[in-house]
């Protein structure tokens, strides 16, 4: 077992790192993790798990699944919070949505995520390579649930459409932090446009969901305006999880959210009308995503729970 490395305080009477003890986790070497590997070797494949450090790597390669990043691993966008390299992104590559589709066929997955990175310098916004995309992984893989993780497209309307047509089982779009952060966390992105873009996804027919970081600054009053925002634009599934600095260069850690508050937030998410909650530290935007699908499925769970309460 490898330990991954995950950012803490240090303490102020010592220069040693001190990790907080839930948010340590293993790495599993296994054979499914192996097999994982070698697929997106193979094909070429970028994967958000990789470039984005994700904490749940291990776990979720164990299993073999995984979340496929399309257009390239070269951001057109320089957030504060994100691992993914800024710069120029090479020329787009057209076979990428039939690879996609084949590594899933291979992997023999019952539910796939997809996310890329912005592509502001192209017409289409990376548009009809998603769509491209999304249809081929279907064609290749009809009994498979997918995700799409997408950008905001900088809001235009035609190519939100595309994911639309494209019909996914779950569209999901970032909001990665509260109002009053947004300008520092994610430079080139606009709260109420993100909010409008899950809107857009809503009054399409589309499953919607969202996810946010905490630890960067933000109140609790303000993590439950963004998520009352949340749900006045019919968002279903929301996920909490806490923020980890992937580089001294990214946004410091202001604060690491107890568990115990995620929670209490994963509470009031449930009774201001969310389907579906995941809220915990080291909770990412598709971890346990091929439960997200099933509508209905968070919320009895949650109901079950608060019965069982009842009548202890």
Known sequence: MQELPVVSKVDATSSKIQK??????????????KHVRGLVDTHK??????SGNCPNMGECW????????????????????????TGRPEPVDWDE???VAEAIHLMKVKHAVLTSVDR????????IIWYNTIKAVKNLNPDTTLETLIPDFKGNADQVQRIIEAAPEVVSHNMETVERLTRQVRVQAKYHRS?????????GGMRTKTGMMLGLGETKEEVVQSMRDLVNVGCDVLTLGQYLQPTKKHLTVQRFVHPDEFAELREIGYELGFDYVESGPLVRSSYHSEKHVIKGWGRNKWMEEKAQMIHL
């Not at 995984?66 to 919070?81: D, E, H, P, Q, Y």
């Not at 502001?120 to 548009?127: N, Q, T, V």
């Not at 909010?195 to 009054?203: G, I, R």
């Open 20 to 33: 907080p003890s839930w948010l340590r986790v293993k790495l599993p070497i296994g054979e499914s993790y």
């Open 195 to 203: 909010l409008e873009v899950l809107n857009l996804l809503k009054k």
């Open 97 to 99: 949505p039939q690879r």
């Open 120 to 127: 502001d310098e192209l017409k289409d916004g990376g548009s």
């Open 45 to 50: 494949l970028h994967t958000i798990c990789e």
């Open 62 to 85: 164990g299993e073999g699944t995984a979340t496929f990043m399309i257009l390239g691993n070269v951001c057109t966008r320089s957030c504060g919070f994100c691992a993914v390299a």
